[in-house]
């Protein structure tokens, strides 16, 4: 039978990848060859998958390359197929609403629309993305990636809903098991909770986040967490902010989580602290 071959993806142009990288420190710590790879798996990846603009927004080579390098980062040493089901990337100016509904006890469908800076879809869905946000979180000052948050909720439904666990392959993950994940992620998950709910009874009784003295205070006690606080949400957003962790600001996730951080490398198959640091 003869096999159908896929022509190798047009690569990237250095001067757009240069640009790319100088926009994404945390990528610094990528070697030569890691870099290359990157390259090679964005060229992969949009040959693969349409990056396009929503409401308005002008899409461009620059901003595309720059999303198919923090989608690719997860999947480094790993696989594009973990994004097969992956319908395309649509990009808005700034956040967007999305129509939430929800059944109660007594049966009854409650609608409301929330505004969001990105959704991932499961099923063969899209990610949906606010360059607003994502532009602001390129350079990781604080652990936080849209980008990556989002591809790693995709990962997360390649098996199914998100809830955490990530589908384990057999041709990069034997060593890994499930129990000790899961294991692992919920102690972690529920001390974080702790730490979320310890902040929270620190805030005024009538907390007001559009007063500047209280979102102050909020970011102060906030800025003490090994993780932001939106990783208390639920397992899934657990993994999520962890992996955004993970590949940003890795320090504060070994210290306070050690096993969750190893996990994470073993998963990605990364090292993302020196390895002075992870020992």
């Not at 159908?4 to 926009?23: G, T």
């Not at 041709?171 to 998950?189: I, M, P, Q, V």
């Not at 657990?238 to 210290?255: D, G, I």
Request: aromatic share 10%; hydrophobic share 45%; charged share 25%.
């Amino acid at each position: 039978m003869r096999r159908l071959l896929r022509r190798p993806a047009p690569p990237i142009p250095e001067a757009l990848w240069r640009d790319a990288l100088e926009a994404m420190p945390f990528l610094d710590r990528l070697n030569a060859d890691e870099g290359e790879r990157l390259r090679v798996l964005c060229a992969e990846f949009l040959a693969r998958h349409r990056v396009g603009g929503a409401a308005g927004f002008e899409m461009t080579d620059a901003i595309a390359t720059r999303i198919a390098a923090q989608a690719c980062l997860p999947v480094l040493n790993l696989t594009l197929a973990l994004y097969d089901d992956l319908a395309g990337v649509i990009v808005y100016p700034s956040a967007f609403l999305v129509r939430h509904s929800e059944i109660d006890e007594a049966g009854v469908v409650h609608e409301w629309d929330a505004e969001m800076a990105g959704e991932a879809l499961d099923a063969g869905g899209a990610i949906a993305l606010s360059w607003e946000d994502a532009h602001a979180d390129t350079i990781c000052d604080d652990g936080g990636n849209l980008v990556l948050h989002e591809f790693v909720h995709k990962i997360d439904m390649r098996d199914g809903n998100a809830n955490g666990c990530p589908p384990f392959l057999a041709a990069f993950h034997r060593g890994l098991d499930a129990r000790e994940w899961k294991d692992a992620f919920s102690a972690a998950y529920a001390d974080f909770c702790g730490r979320v709910d310890a902040l929270e009874a620190r805030l005024p009784r009538r907390f007001d986040p559009d007063r500047d003295d209280h979102a102050d205070l909020y970011a102060e006690l906030a800025g003490a967490l090994p993780l932001d606080p939106y990783a208390a949400e639920h397992p899934a957003e657990f993994f999520a902010v962890a992996s955004e962790a993970f590949f940003c600001w890795p320090e504060p996730l070994a210290t306070a989580y050690p096993r969750v951080y190893t996990l994470l490398a073993a998963y990605f198959r990364q090292e993302t602290l020196s390895s002075a640091q992870a020992s």
